[in-house]
């Protein structure tokens, strides 16, 4: 794994913390770029992580978990610069193409993430994966979102409810 | 996908069109978490105003260019005798803002056609509701003109309501004892006008003014979820600024000017025509937060456009009409046999010579924002 150019220059090298996943792989990972996630950042912040110790995330497998780790080691020196104001138009259309890029993955993988994006509440990845599907959603029948989306077909039930709003709604429906 | 609440919000925040967020709502019953007004609120904040333009009606065109010499005012009023029988039928057209928006749904063709002689143009909009006026032939322009047969609607929901006449205890006579003295109306929300108060069919005004013996007065139609009521008002703009300032711009909306309708005096003082009240200025009103009307911008006319070609002093004796109005621009022309326009950009102040194709008047019309969602299906 990469490591950035530089850590916030804490005792001239960056401090690192360890990761578990559910299935037990260990990740070091620099405590800047775990801090990404506020439910990280709090047990960081405590102490804990460090030395052998390392941090267990049941709910997280550790193919989704080096994903996630992954964007946060791309956007950390960002997020260091509160967000980056002083970045250069280079750096932020960068982070743009990795963000597409990032996001162009099978919908089993983008499901874990978000499930993972919001039980670490990295705020950046869910913003990032929520967009991802609302692009999916756009211009889409009910139906046809349904399909994308893969959920089951509709009870007739819910058949029923989808037909009366769409005569309710005409207007919004081609 | 069984997304967390907050993933699902995020999501639908982003979609950046009520339309598709709309098809979403649809998609499954815990996906009606849209239906909420908090989130319908926070949604309406969080995007740009064109997103809830579903496009734009303008009347007939050769109807409109009948309309168009420039000494003729462009008011909706006195057209029933220029209407031929085969206009009469045509509707105002819609042309959507974007593809996303189906032209078909937007059509007039709701409106009641109880004769094959009536002829339907719009001459203001507001939000999700359009003012029409109802004219007939062979009915003389007079008789329109006392009060129109104004109906407001909304097409996508294809609602309709007929204005009826205000009661005549609100009416005062004209200097010559005459009855007609109707001047001019607007479409404009009920309430005070904040942004939870959005206009619809059930929360929305028509103030009508008429020309009293000395000065205009308006009377305000209301109406309300369950009774609709008449009354007067005075002008609902500061003292220091004149009445006749309170303007109808509401095609400019839409696109630039999402809390402010534009106008200015000159389209009034032009319609008081007796040349005691003159106002060179085009001003730009804007809608402050307590509902009232402040001045934003002016331009003095004769001035701004002494550069341009074309340009005479004279035309500036008599107030100049306002031809047009489009997103975020007046055209307009000195009362003058002779042709010459200006367009005027509202958001800079800029003048420049208009083209005569401009001169068609646009009335946008937004989506019908909240949608009533039925939260519990």
Known sequence: ?174 | MAFPDGTLRRIFERIDSPVSLLRAAATCKRWHIIASPTFLRRYRSAHPARAFVAGAYFNDSTLLSSLMPPIRSVAHSSSSSLVDAKQARDRPSFVPASPSVDARKFSLDFLPDDSDDAAWTVFDSHGSLLLHNRTRIGLSSAAAAVFPDMFVCEPATRQYKRIPRPPPKFLSKSINNIDNSYTDAYLIEGGNGTADCIISMSNFKVLCVFHGVFSHYTVTFTAGATTDSWRSSAPPTPTKISWPSYAKASASMPTSYPATRSLSSGHWAAREAHGHYRDENLKVFKRVEDGDWALDKSVVLPEATRGLPGYKPEFFESPMNILTRGPGFVVLSPQVVERWLVSVDLETMEVSPAEEEMGVMVYGCALPWPPALNASV
């Not at chain 1, 913390?17 to 990972?29: A, G, H, K, Q």
């Not at chain 1, 983008?110 to 990845?125: P, Q, T, V």
């Not at chain 1, 913003?127 to 211009?139: C, E, F, Q, R, Y």
């Open chain 1, 1 to 174: 794994m990469a490591a950035p150019e530089s850590g916030d220059g804490n005792n001239g090298a960056a401090r690192m913390v360890t990761l578990i996943s559910s299935d037990n792989t260990r990740f070091e990972v620099e405590a800047a770029a775990a801090s990404l996630s506020q439910t990280l950042q709090l047990t960081i912040l405590d102490g804990g992580g460090g030395g052998g110790d390392g941090i267990p995330l049941p709910n997280v497998d550790s193919a989704t978990l080096s994903k996630v780790l992954e964007y946060c080691i791309k956007h950390a020196p960002a997020a260091a610069n509160g967000g980056a104001p002083n970045a250069t138009a280079v750096d932020r259309a960068e982070l743009e193409r990795f963000d597409n890029e990032f996001v162009n993955i099978d919908q089993s993988v983008l499901y874990s993430l978000i499930m993972a994006a919001h039980n670490l509440e990295i705020e950046g990845l869910q913003s990032l994966v929520a967009k991802k599907v609302a692009d999916m959603i756009k211009g889409k029948s009910p139906m046809e979102i349904r399909r994308t989306l893969g959920f089951p077909d509709p009870t007739p039930e819910e058949q029923a409810e989808m037909n009366a709003h769409m005569l309710e709604y005409g207007w919004a429906y081609e």
